[in-house]
T-cell receptor
Framework: DADVTQTPRNRITKTGKRIMLECSQT?????MYWYRQDPGLGLRLIYY???????NKGEISDGYSVSRQAQAKFSLSLESAIPNQTALYFC??????????????FGAGSRLTVL | SQQGEEDPQALSIQEGENATMNCSYK?????LQWYRQNSGRGLVHLIL?????REKHSGRLRVTLDTSKKSSSLLITASRAADTASYFC?????????FGQGTRLTINP
């Protein structure tokens, strides 16, 4: 099994629908992240969580919300999907920072298409 | 935007040649990391260089860091077809990583 599992892997939905992307990890990491990837724009941080009670907005959080249900689970929701949220979404995790280094382990990605 | 720049955006070389990708960042950093992404898949960590280091090696990878110019380069020597992928730099300040836009590398047989 993968260290970081994202579901669904692919989803097509319509404008206005609520969508949830789920992420679970078996690495025992405290820190979890949601990134969005668009062609030519690299990865941009949506939300991140450093432990179960900690939620922080990233660079592009508008239109998204998250829930950290447990140390191993971090879900991303689009309350009312719009076409410009069509993108590839990645969940990532990292362990407690040692010597200041924060190395990420990524899931395989969730491709979302909003029509 | 906090994102740095990567150069070139795309690079196509023959198998066996060396590939060099460059990255610039905007703020002071704790470290700089390079990741690889095969088409449509998750990113995989390749190598990390700390702000007090100038050069680091890992197998066929060589990374340099110039903090005065806020830039880094990744050299892949003796390229192979399997090196075809996108490569991203990510600079880490206090906690978060900020990714560049990536260089798409194609190795031609």
């Amino acid at each position: 099994d993968a260290d970081v599992t994202q579901t669904p892997r692919n989803r097509i939905t319509k404008t206005g629908k609520r969508i949830m992307l789920e992420c679970s990890q078996t690495k025992g990491h405290d820190r979890m992240y949601w990134y969005r990837q668009d062609p030519g724009l690299g990865l941009r941080l949506i939300y991140y969580s450093f432990d179960v009670k900690d939620i922080n907005k990233g660079e592009i959080s508008d239109g998204y919300s998250v829930s950290r249900q447990a140390q191993a689970k971090f879900s991303l929701s689009l309350e009312s999907a719009i076409p410009n949220q069509t993108a590839l979404y990645f969940c990532a995790t990292s362990g407690t920072v040692t010597s200041g280094a924060n190395v990420l382990t990524f899931g395989a990605g969730s491709r979302l298409t909003v029509l | 935007s906090q994102q740095g720049e990567e150069d070139p955006q795309a690079l196509s070389i023959q198998e066996g040649e060396n590939a060099t990708m460059n990255c610039s960042y905007k703020t002071s950093i704790n470290n700089l990391q390079w990741y690889r992404q095969n088409s449509g898949r998750g990113l995989v960590h390749l190598i990390l260089i700390r702000s007090n280091e100038r050069e680091k090696h890992s197998g066929r990878l060589r990374v340099t860091l110039d903090t005065s110019k806020k830039s880094s380069s990744l050299l892949i020597t003796a390229s192979r077809a399997a090196d075809t992928a996108s490569y991203f730099c990510a600079d880490q300040g206090a906690q978060k990583l900020v990714f560049g836009q990536g260089t798409r590398l194609t190795i031609n047989p």
